[in-house]
């Protein structure tokens, strides 16, 4: 079946350091999705990108999806402190979505 | 943007005894939601999605019986975890699709005893 593995599994970086987790889908999806869990919270939507080599942006977050539609990534510019927390990729492929194993993202200040 | 509720938020119960687990979607009509399970620092794995007025299309490995799922409205799913074990301790969060957007419950903390 689909599998998603996502890279890295965690991500320590000092205030001001980009970051970048990447996630590879073991089949080509339709979509794939971005989510971020804060601590203790649950997971939020923060994008969909659906078209071949499609790069969306969002203030300092830069999402892409690869030309085969089977890889992505989200690059955070300058990390900040409330960007703390676990983003996962989810890829969908015909309504069968699974989620990767998230990148836990801690910032030191 | 929309707002799925859950409840309860934490619940602690006996092993042996069964817990239902509430996801409504509030200013949305949710024809599917899905059930999910987070283990600590893991991430999401998908049980169930629960369609309304139909039965419930499980998993691989997701045992039907004692993950009762009821949709009995376009608003309400519920999970029942029934006969509950300390191995049933986990996080389990709902969530509906609103267009191409999918929003979760805040989520429902089941420890068993």
């Known amino acids: 079946g689909q599998q998603v593995m996502q890279i ?3 991500q320590h970086v000092q205030e001001g350091e980009d970051f970048t987790t990447y996630c590879n889908s073991s089949t080509t999806l339709s979509n794939i999705q971005w989510y971020k869990q804060r601590p203790g919270g ?5 994008i969909q990108l659906v078209k071949s080599g499609e790069v969306k942006k969002q203030k300092r977050l830069t999402f892409q999806f690869g030309e085969a539609k089977k890889n992505s990534s989200l690059h955070i510019t300058a990390t900040q402190t409330t960007d703390v927390g676990t983003y996962f ?3 969908n492929n015909n309504n069968d979505m699974r989620f990767g194993a998230g990148t836990r993202l801690t910032v030191k200040p | 943007g929309a707002v799925v509720s859950q409840h309860p938020s934490r619940v602690i119960c006996k092993s042996g005894t069964s817990v239902k687990i509430e996801c409504r979607s509030l200013d949305f009509q949710a024809t599917t939601m899905f059930w999910y399970r987070q283990f600590p620092k893991q991430s999401l794995m998908l049980m169930a999605t629960s369609n309304e007025g139909s039965k419930a299309t499980y998993e691989q490995g997701v045992e039907k019986d004692k993950f009762l799922i009821n949709h009995a409205s376009l608003t309400l799913s519920t999970l029942t975890v029934t006969s509950a074990h300390p191995e049933d ?14 929003y979760f419950g805040p989520g429902t903390r089941l420890t068993v005893t």
């Not at chain 2, 996080?91 to 267009?99: K, R, V």
């Open chain 1, 8 to 10: 890295p599994q965690y």
């Open chain 1, 42 to 46: 649950h997971p939020v939507f923060l």
């Open chain 1, 89 to 91: 990729c989810a890829g």
């Open chain 2, 89 to 102: 301790s986990s996080f389990y969060i709902c969530s509906a699709i609103q267009g191409n957007e999918q």
